[in-house]
């Protein structure tokens, strides 16, 4: 069964280095998302991307994380400047339609960062 | 804004029945699910309800929605260990946003042999 695949499982990095947190989505899915789940509270929405670009962004969504596409296959998160807070599982996750028409997302089994 | 809230923990013996509950307060929402969580994997998509239903059945799992409570339930017959895990409820609006589900915390179901 097609999977979303992420690597790498766990990342530990120092406060203020970047990160990039990688996905492989479904190979026919149109929408792609990251979210995250600091530990003990709600999984929670960063970003959709549809099309090439950014289609919508929550609050926790600012100028140090970036979102890109580089090729066909791959779907990077990227956080410029780590803050401890930034500690986390992150998802990434696909969907073949958009999820506000029914679109069934499929998520990846995490990336947990720790930011030391 | 929109919100959505589980109980923490549920414990049951196995062979029994779960029922995992939920509320959501956006009246709007047209579809809700239900993820799974085992340790050390994703969310995995377990079922989903559109607004316009009431029930939803799908093998050993049955889906109960009523919208003017705003009160969604999981129920998990004959209830085995491989069903320990945790369990998420989210739902999502009509329109607008085409990724933001809003997630409760999950809720930790323990199967006892």
């Known amino acids: 069964e097609p999977e979303v695949t992420q690597t790498p499982s766990h990342q530990v990095t120092q406060m203020g280095q970047e990160v990039i947190l990688r996905c492989v989505p479904i190979s026919n899915h149109l929408y792609f998302y990251w979210y995250r789940q600091i530990l003990g509270q709600k999984v929670e929405f960063l970003v959709s991307?549809?099309?090439?670009?950014?289609?919508?962004k929550s609050e926790i969504f600012d100028d140090q994380f970036s979102v890109e596409r580089p090729d066909g296959s791959n779907f990077t998160l990227k956080i410029r400047s780590t803050k401890l807070e930034d500690s986390a599982m992150y998802f990434c996750a696909s969907s073949v339609g958009a999820a506000g028409t029914g679109g069934k997302l499929f998520f990846g089994s995490g990336t947990q960062l720790s930011v030391l | 804004g929109e919100d959505v809230e589980q109980s923490l923990f549920l414990s049951v013996r196995e062979g029994d029945s779960s029922v995992i509950n939920c509320t959501y307060t956006d009246s709007s929402s047209t579809y809700l699910y239900w993820y799974k969580q085992e340790p050390g994997a994703g969310l995995q998509l377990l079922t989903y309800i559109f607004s316009n239903m009431d029930m939803k059945q799908d093998q050993r799992l049955t889906v109960l929605l009523n919208k003017k409570d705003k009160h969604l339930s999981l129920r998990i017959a004959d209830t085995q260990t491989g069903d320990s895990a945790i369990y998420f409820c989210?739902?999502?609006?009509?329109?607008?946003?085409?990724?933001?589900?809003?997630f409760g915390k999950g809720t930790k179901l323990s199967v006892k042999p």
């Open positions: 991307f549809y099309n090439n670009e950014i289609s919508e």
């Open positions: 989210a739902e999502r609006g009509y329109g607008g946003s085409q990724g933001n589900l809003i």
